[in-house]
């Protein structure tokens, strides 16, 4: 079993809908991070969080320590948004990266 | 931009061969992570520098060595390349300091073909 699960693994949505992507792991962190993956391959980091919630434009991003669980949501989803979107977490003093398999997200005009 | 650095972006090489991958952190970042990312096994972790010394080891082969130089700058270097060890290797920096996590800054990649 993998450390870091995501749900679902392939996502399909119309132009404006609301998305939500699930991260779940199984190890205590002390953070934990959600990234995006163009199809070019560039990974650019969005949001790094240890609790509550945070938002930035149409992404908002929540994490429950109790229930080891997190959700990434974009609101009014755009064609733009299709990427592949990443999980990961890091752990007590080791900061190295431990990755969710992604969700690639496919957003239709 | 991230602020970091990896080139070269593409390489093709031979099985056999040997190729040096070279990361700039983000100015100030003292912690270098290089991530490896194939199709079948997704993004791992190989391994860790913080201001020029090894600080975390991942799933890296024993063919596969780093170094992070003074100047902060780091190379992954591949020897003896199989057609598995084709994938995109990412580079990431961070600040780190002491236990605060830091949020890390990723490069584009180098995408290594092996034929």
């Known amino acids: 079993k993998n450390e870091v699960e995501q749900s679902p693994q392939n996502l399909t949505a119309q132009e404006g809908e609301f998305i939500t992507i699930n991260c779940s792991y199984s190890v205590g962190i002390s953070a934990l991070h959600w990234l995006q993956q163009h199809p070019g391959g560039g990974i650019v980091s969005l949001f790094m969080l240890s609790s509550g919630k945070k938002k930035h434009g149409r992404l908002i991003a929540t994490i429950n320590i109790q229930e080891k669980h997190s959700s990434l949501h974009i609101t009014a989803s755009h064609p733009r948004d299709s990427a592949v979107y990443i999980c990961?977490?890091?752990?007590?003093?080791?900061?190295?990266?431990?990755f969710g398999k992604g969700t690639l997200l496919t957003v239709n005009p | 931009d991230s602020g970091v650095t990896q080139t070269p972006k593409h390489l093709i090489t031979a099985t056999g061969q040997r190729v040096t991958l070279r990361c700039s952190p983000r100015?100030?970042?003292?912690?270098v992570y290089w991530y490896q990312q194939s199709l079948d096994q997704g993004l791992q972790f190989l391994i860790q520098?913080?201001?020029?010394?090894?600080?975390a080891k991942g799933n890296i082969l024993e063919r596969f060595s780093a170094q992070q130089f003074p100047d902060l700058h780091s190379e992954l270097n591949l020897s003896s390349l199989e057609l598995g060890d084709s994938a995109l290797y990412f580079c990431?920096?961070?600040?780190?300091?002491?236990?605060?996590?830091?949020?890390?800054?990723f490069g584009q990649g180098t995408r290594l073909t092996v034929v």
């Open positions: 520098y913080y201001n020029g010394e090894e600080r």
């Open positions: 990431a920096s961070s600040v780190v300091k002491g236990s605060e996590n830091t949020e890390a800054f």
């Open positions: 990961a977490v890091t752990g007590g003093s080791n900061y190295k990266l431990t």
């Open positions: 100015s100030g970042d003292l912690s």
